[in-house]
C-alpha cells in the first residue's frame, strides 16, 4: 500500500482526526507546491488587474490598441497558467486538508478557503471569453466594467484566503 492512502492505525492524540498519514517530506513538498501555486495565481491576477485598468483608463483607438495586446499576448499564455496554478492549488489544498489535522471542512477558515478556490477558477473561466471578445471587437469597450470587476474581485478574493491561512480565524465546524 502506498504510504499517501495508508489508514492511520493509531487513534491521534486529543481529537485531531487525520485521514491519511503523508510522510514529513512529503507533506512539506505538498505545502510548498501549494504555497508555489498561490503565489504564482496571485502575482498573475494582480497583473491582469493593472492591465486591465490601463486599458480601462484609455480612450479610442488607444483602448483598443491595449486590450488586442492583453488577447494576442496575455490571455492565453497567462491566465491559462493562473487556471493551472488554480487547479494546483486546488488539489494541493485537498490533499493537505485530508492528510493534515486542518481537514476540508472541520475547519471553517479551510472550508471558506476551499469554496474561494473553486469560484476563483470559475471567474478565471469566465474572465477568458470577455478580454478576447473586446480585443475582437466582439463586445462593445463600454462593457469592460465585466472584465475589471471580475480581476478585482479575484484579487481581493485570493488576498483574502491568504489571510485566513495566516490567522486561521472562527474555529471548527459543529458537527
Known sequence: MSTLTTPRTTPPARGNRVRWRIPARLRKSILVTHVVSAGAWIGIDVISTVLVAIGWVRAGDDRTAV???????????????????????????????????????????????????????????????????????????????FVAF????????????????VFKPWGRVRK
Not at 476563483?120 to 471578445?133: D, Q, R, S
Request: net charge positive.
Open 150 to 165: 471580475l480581476a478585482a474581485t479575484a484579487m481581493v478574493s485570493l488576498g483574502f484566503a491568504m489571510v485566513l491561512s
Open 67 to 145: 486590450y488586442r495586446a492583453l488577447a494576442d499576448f496575455f490571455v492565453v499564455p497567462l491566465l491559462l497558467s493562473a487556471l493551472v496554478a488554480g487547479v494546483v492549488c486546488l488539489v494541493t489544498g485537498v490533499l493537505l486538508g485530508m492528510a493534515t489535522k486542518w481537514g476540508l471542512v472541520r475547519y471553517r477558515w479551510v472550508a471558506v478557503k476551499l469554496v474561494l478556490n473553486v469560484i476563483a477558477c470559475v471567474m478565471l473561466l469566465a474572465f477568458l471569453g470577455p478580454i478576447t471578445e473586446l480585443a475582437s471587437g466582439e463586445q462593445p469597450l463600454r462593457d469592460i466594467w
